[in-house]
């Protein structure tokens, strides 16, 4: 096999993987909407790609390495703006608990 094919490999796959999370940081970060993101996933997720990192360095493998510091970036600015915006929507009352008042009859004049 050639040297050069698997740094080929790595390196669209790690286009590919890491370009799959900047639509949804586009999206969280524009709309501040992060209610239907999971918490746990991208802690998980991010403790992979510190962990995916460490190998990298460990193995000497530059794509692994650019690539994974890349999704962890990403990834976790999906997890901060999820954090935030967990937090800001726990201060604010909510909708639902907010007393409605019928609206009064029209009286007659």
């Given at each position: 096999?050639?040297?050069?094919?698997p740094t080929v490999?790595?390196?669209?796959?790690?286009?590919?993987?890491?370009?799959?999370?900047?639509?949804q940081v586009l999206?969280?970060?524009?709309?501040?909407?992060?209610?239907?993101?999971?918490?746990?996933?991208?802690?998980?997720?991010?403790?992979?790609?510190?962990?995916?990192?460490?190998?990298?360095?460990?193995?000497?493998?530059?794509?692994?390495?650019?690539?994974?510091?890349?999704?962890?970036?990403?990834?976790?600015?999906?997890?901060?703006?999820?954090?935030?915006?967990?937090?800001?929507?726990?201060?604010?009352?909510?909708?639902?608990?907010?007393?409605?008042?019928?609206?009064?009859?029209?009286?007659?004049?």
């Amino acid at each position: 096999m050639a040297d050069w094919l698997p740094t080929v490999l790595a390196t669209i796959a790690g286009i590919l993987s890491t370009s799959s999370f900047v639509p949804q940081v586009l999206k969280a970060w524009r709309e501040r909407d992060t209610a239907a993101i999971s918490k746990r996933m991208y802690l998980v997720t991010v403790a992979a790609f510190v962990l995916w990192t460490a190998y990298g360095f460990l193995i000497g493998a530059m794509p692994l390495i650019v690539f994974n510091l890349l999704s962890l970036s990403l990834s976790g600015t999906i997890l901060f703006l999820k954090v935030r915006n967990d937090r800001s929507e726990a201060r604010a009352p909510s909708a639902a608990s907010t007393s409605r008042r019928e609206p009064e009859a029209a009286r007659p004049g």
